[in-house]
């Protein structure tokens, strides 16, 4: 077992709110230049630019995670990781059908842009990534687990989209196990005001939309990793979240 310096939480410029220059290229150098070993492309409502990632991290090093930040029904986000690219591909077709067709203003909000693992650009998503899909957060974790995945809500110390800032409070959820924080320093305040994340997992993620985002301090998971894979760290990270290791 090793520790693995982490992010869980990054957007490529297929995000409408990511800058064009985070690319999967860019994203994973810079995440090698600041020292991190695993990270997860959490793009709004798509994993569509998870292949190209997957083969710019492992030019870097870097063990890559697909993900994605689901919007759920109820506009609270929720980050979701998959064990395996594939499992990726087949969550992104199951979210994608359950989105709004509102097409993208690109004077407004740019270009979703998909790229190749070179960062050409080969394709565009021409619907609007950000809005509400119809899932309702108490569905997220079966749904994510039918998948394989885990999930857990996103940036819980943020009014925008925070779980706690839209109900008021942790909600008690089978299966979020987890939550996670933008802002480490905040979490005793929030364990005193709201106890239930007290018996979660705090996680502690960028949320990066630019590459100035991507942290030099970041935090840490230790992970099986014998006889080393990134398949192996990957399901081992996955097993961890979802409580099936100590």
């Avoid at 957007?11 to 409408?16: A, E, M, R, Y």
């Avoid at 008690?172 to 018996?199: C, M, Q, V, W």
Wanted: charge should be negative; aromatic fraction near 8%; glycine fraction near 6%.
């Amino acid at each position: 077992m090793n520790p693995y310096r982490y992010d869980f939480h990054i957007h490529s410029c297929l995000s409408p709110c990511g800058e064009d220059d985070m690319t999967p290229a860019n994203i994973a150098g810079v995440g090698a230049l600041v020292g991190l070993q695993i990270m997860a492309l959490t793009d709004h409502n798509t994993c569509k630019n998870c292949p190209a990632f997957f083969k710019a991290a492992k030019r870097y090093g870097i063990v890559p995670v697909p993900g994605m930040e689901l919007t759920t029904a109820e506009d609270i986000h929720v980050v979701c990781l998959l064990p395996s690219l594939e499992a990726a591909l087949d969550f992104d077709r199951e979210i994608e059908r359950r989105r709004m067709p509102i097409p993208l203003n690109e004077r407004i909000f740019g270009r979703q842009l998909i790229m190749d693992e070179e960062d050409r650009v080969v394709g565009t998503d021409p619907h609007f990534l950000l809005p509400a899909t119809d899932v309702m957060i108490d569905d997220v974790p079966a749904l994510i687990d039918r998948f394989g995945g885990v999930s857990y809500p996103a940036h819980v110390d943020r009014e925008a989209n925070g779980v706690i800032a839209t109900l008021g409070t942790f909600p008690d959820i089978p299966g979020f196990l987890n939550a996670e924080f933008y802002d480490g320093t905040k979490k005793e305040a929030y364990f005193r005001d709201h106890p239930a994340l007290r018996s979660r997992r705090i996680l502690v993620s960028s949320d990066a939309h630019n590459l100035w985002s991507i942290r030099e301090e970041n935090e840490s998971l230790t992970l099986e990793d014998e006889p080393y894979s990134s398949e192996l760290v990957r399901t081992e990270l996955i097993r961890f979240l979802k409580g099936e290791k100590a």
